[in-house]
């Protein structure tokens, strides 16, 4: 029985069979099987991929390790959100230990940090005149394919933090250094993070954890661990999360493992409807017209993120100020969605992933309803298409050149594929 075999041989680089199967499912999950794909033009997309990354090696592209590191500590603790654990991942994935699975996250983000980097080269000079922008456009038009843009929404918020009084915050750093004391005299540490550690993940790990310099934790985690000798208790000390202490149970080149107690002080519910009441007087202040939105956030909010940009809210997945009304979180959709312009939700309550404790309120700076592309109005998003476009044609000319002179080695059971590009070398092409 074959178990797998190497569907094409690109350079130095293979695809298997099992990765044409694989990041075809991949492809119809992801676009909810609105797209289907044949085992030949999945294998095509691929085989493009190895030859920008088999020539960004000949084209000596530099991709750090560290950067490659970073990215990988970074997908672990995702993952391990999602999954409930490192263990789960573990086990999820198939791997035989956590090392493993770095290994092959490894190989896997040095690969798609090659192909990024040599795409840039490609076409870092590539850019569009408006005159192309405009035959691209008038092109579409003829050919009456013009995009649907979807509803999309700006929005800015008003956020004011319920903070802990003194007298709670003593009562969390001395009970930390009780605990401190006890496990410095025998006390089991990961008993004491069971029973007392307000880090979701306890139950699964212990409070502990596999840390380095490049790991997606907290600053103040990083430098304590870093600080630490083996079998060391460290000092509470404060992060967004709360406060912690933390012991170092293991050093393992850049690695720490340490294990941490993390407690979270209680706000009282008057403190919170004190919050509330605040807010709502400032909300009150803007509906008379005492002050606008964003004379009020520069004055009031207490978000650093947001408070020198008059509370714009930016989308953490394009990185603009403008959202896909079809695509929002459905929280913030169900409390946005019936705004017009110029409208401010109801007072309302909020707690970070952190377990900072919030009231807020958003205004509606602009909504644009779902409509056809148009010249004037969505030049900016034209223009990118039409750039994305001539990126794409500039890579599927560097490609055609490239096909000639590399070595690719395809199966026979894909011998009978017809590609767009002429991976066969057949003469006739």
Request: charged share 35%; proline share 2%; hydrophobic share 35%.
């Given at each position: 029985?074959?178990?797998?075999?190497?569907?094409?041989?690109?350079?130095?680089?293979?695809?298997?069979?099992?990765?044409?199967?694989?990041?075809?499912?991949?492809?119809?999950?992801?676009?909810?099987?609105?797209?289907?794909?044949?085992?030949?033009?999945?294998?095509?997309?691929?085989?493009?991929?190895?030859?920008?990354?088999?020539?960004?090696?000949?084209?000596?592209?530099?991709?750090s390790d560290a950067e490659v590191n970073g990215q990988v500590e970074r997908n672990i603790q995702y993952f391990s959100q999602e999954y409930g654990g490192q263990d789960?991942?573990?086990?999820?994935?198939?791997?035989?230990?956590?090392?493993?699975?770095?290994?092959?996250?490894?190989?896997?983000?040095?690969?798609?940090?090659?192909?990024?980097?040599?795409?840039?080269?490609?076409?870092?000079?590539?850019?569009?005149?408006?005159?192309?922008?405009?035959?691209?456009?008038?092109?579409?038009?003829?050919?009456?394919?013009?995009?649907?843009?979807?509803?999309?929404?700006?929005?800015?918020?008003?956020?004011?933090?319920?903070?802990?009084?003194?007298?709670?915050?003593?009562?969390?750093?001395?009970?930390?250094?009780?605990?401190?004391?006890?496990?410095?005299?025998?006390?089991?540490?990961?008993?004491?993070?069971?029973?007392?550690?307000?880090?979701?993940?306890?139950?699964?790990?212990?409070?502990?954890?596999?840390?380095?310099?490049?790991?997606?934790?907290?600053?103040?985690f990083k430098e304590v661990a870093f600080s630490l000798d083996v079998g060391q208790v460290s000092e509470p000390f404060k992060s967004i999360f709360g406060y912690h202490?933390?012991?170092?149970?293991?050093?393992?080149?850049?690695?720490?493992?340490?294990?941490?107690?993390?407690?979270?002080?209680?706000?009282?519910?008057?403190?919170?409807?004190?919050?509330?009441?605040?807010?709502?007087?400032?909300?009150?202040?803007?509906?008379?017209?005492?002050?606008?939105?964003?004379?009020?956030?520069?004055?009031?909010?207490?978000?650093?993120?947001?408070?020198?940009?008059?509370?714009?809210?930016?989308?953490?997945?394009?990185?603009?100020?403008?959202?896909?009304?079809?695509?929002?979180?459905?929280?913030?959709?169900?409390?946005?969605?019936?705004?017009?312009?110029?409208?401010?939700?109801?007072?309302?309550?909020?707690?970070?992933?952190?377990?900072?404790?919030?009231?807020?309120?958003?205004?509606?700076?602009?909504?644009?309803?779902?409509?056809?592309?148009?010249?004037?109005?969505?030049?900016?998003?034209?223009?990118?298409?039409?750039?994305?476009?001539?990126?794409?044609?500039?890579?599927?000319?560097?490609?055609?050149?490239?096909?000639?002179?590399?070595?690719?080695?395809?199966?026979?059971?894909?011998?009978?594929?017809?590609?767009?590009?002429?991976?066969?070398?057949?003469?006739?092409?």
């Open positions: 029985m074959k178990i797998d075999g190497v569907g094409v041989v690109v350079g130095k680089n293979i695809v298997l069979d099992s990765d044409i199967a694989k990041f075809k499912l991949e492809l119809e999950n992801s676009s909810e099987g609105k797209i289907k794909i044949s085992d030949c033009e999945m294998l095509e997309q691929l085989m493009l991929q190895k030859l920008l990354a088999h020539h960004a090696v000949i084209d000596s592209v530099v991709v789960k991942v573990v086990e999820a994935y198939g791997f035989n230990d956590i090392d493993d699975l770095k290994k092959e996250l490894f190989k896997i983000e040095k690969e798609n940090a090659l192909i990024r980097r040599e795409q840039q080269k490609i076409t870092e000079n590539i850019d569009v005149t408006p005159e192309e922008v405009r035959i691209y456009y008038n092109g579409l038009k003829e050919k009456g394919e013009l995009p649907e843009f979807p509803a999309e929404i700006q929005l800015a918020q008003l956020i004011i933090y319920a903070e802990p009084d003194q007298k709670e915050i003593d009562r969390i750093v001395n009970k930390l250094n009780q605990i401190k004391k006890e496990i410095e005299e025998g006390a089991s540490f990961r008993m004491k993070a069971i029973i007392n550690s307000d880090d979701p993940g306890v139950t699964q790990n212990g409070g502990k954890y596999t840390v380095t310099k490049n790991s997606n934790f907290i600053k103040e202490i933390i012991q170092l149970h293991e050093i393992r080149g850049e690695q720490r493992v340490a294990s941490h107690v993390l407690m979270q002080p209680v706000i009282p519910q008057e403190k919170l409807d004190a919050t509330k009441r605040k807010l709502q007087q400032i909300k009150d202040e803007i509906t008379l017209g005492k002050m606008t939105f964003e004379e009020a956030v520069k004055k009031h909010s207490e978000d650093k993120d947001t408070k020198n940009n008059g509370g714009l809210l930016v989308n953490e997945f394009t990185g603009e100020s403008t959202f896909d009304l079809t695509r929002m979180d459905p929280a913030l959709y169900a409390r946005v969605s019936n705004l017009q312009k110029g409208e401010i939700t109801d007072i309302f309550y909020d707690e970070t992933r952190e377990g900072e404790k919030m009231y807020k309120m958003i205004l509606m700076k602009e909504r644009t309803n779902t409509h056809i592309a148009d010249l004037v109005d969505d030049y900016v998003k034209v223009q990118s298409l039409a750039l994305q476009k001539k990126k794409q044609e500039t890579i599927a000319k560097w490609s055609k050149e490239k096909i000639g002179d590399t070595y690719i080695k395809i199966s026979k059971d894909f011998q009978k594929c017809t590609f767009e590009k002429n991976w066969k070398k057949d003469s006739s092409n």
